[in-house]
């Protein structure tokens, strides 16, 4: 299972935070400070990919090394102490970020890798030469792209077409509301008769709608309408 889904660039600062097992959000700010420290320290040309977490990086991370109520959850469950040393970071840096994917046993390590690689290449073809900025100011469709491979820390689709193609189809949806209802609301078959010009805020009317705003203000102008 992915049980979260982070992007911080080298400075630490998140542009994704995923959760998909229940995390507070102080424990989440931990995890992402803690996973942070981890990654910058390692040499990307000469160190894998790969990191297995420490035993309390999950958990709330008291600084002063007493041990925190997760890791006090853990001592008296052999079994439950074994899985969490069964999750992993796994990631990849592309360019200012790094893409992060925690996961358990369950998931292939090579798997992520690729489902990291087709989630950069989809988040490309969406921005046409992605960058970081790109996630900030759009990142509704950085998430929409997320929950169409991912939901629920289940895989449900790596296809990058298919995946782009819903988001299209869905940019299209949503941009076809938006000018259905301004065409709604400036729809000439409300004001009668329209002009041989086509609407009735053309030409000559144009001109006079203006003319009436500057002299009297909106008030003025809707008057006469």
Not at 18 to 35: H, I
Not at 97 to 109: A, K, T
Not at 118 to 141: A, I, K, N, P, S
Request: hydrophobic fraction near 40%; include cysteine; aromatic fraction near 12%.
């Amino acid at each position: 299972m992915i049980h979260s889904v982070l992007i911080f660039n080298k400075n630490g600062q998140p542009r994704l935070v995923k959760f998909y097992t229940p995390v507070d959000v102080v424990k989440q700010q931990l995890l992402l400070k803690q996973v942070y420290d981890l990654i910058s320290r390692r040499i990307v040309d000469e160190q894998s990919s790969f990191l297995v977490t420490p035993p309390d990086l999950l958990g709330a991370g008291s600084s002063g090394g007493s041990k925190n109520e997760y890791q006090a959850s853990f001592e008296d469950d052999d079994y439950e102490d074994e899985e969490q040393d069964t999750i992993q970071i796994i990631y990849k840096n592309f360019a200012t970020l790094y893409f992060v994917f925690i996961v358990d046993e369950q998931e292939s390590e090579l798997s992520i890798l690729d489902l990291i690689q087709t989630f950069v290449e989809c988040l490309d073809m969406c921005f046409r030469d992605v960058c970081e900025l790109d996630l900030v100011f759009g990142w509704q469709t950085l998430q929409s792209v997320l929950e169409e491979m991912v939901q629920g820390g289940i895989v449900i689709e790596t296809d990058k077409y298919e995946i782009v193609k819903a988001i299209d189809l869905l940019n299209s949806s949503t941009t076809s509301k938006s000018v259905g209802g301004l065409a709604s609301f400036f729809d000439p078959s409300q004001y009668g008769n329209s002009s041989s010009t086509g609407t009735m805020l053309s030409g000559s009317n144009l001109s006079n709608a203006f003319s009436m705003f500057a002299s009297g203000g909106f008030s003025n102008w809707a008057g006469h309408q």
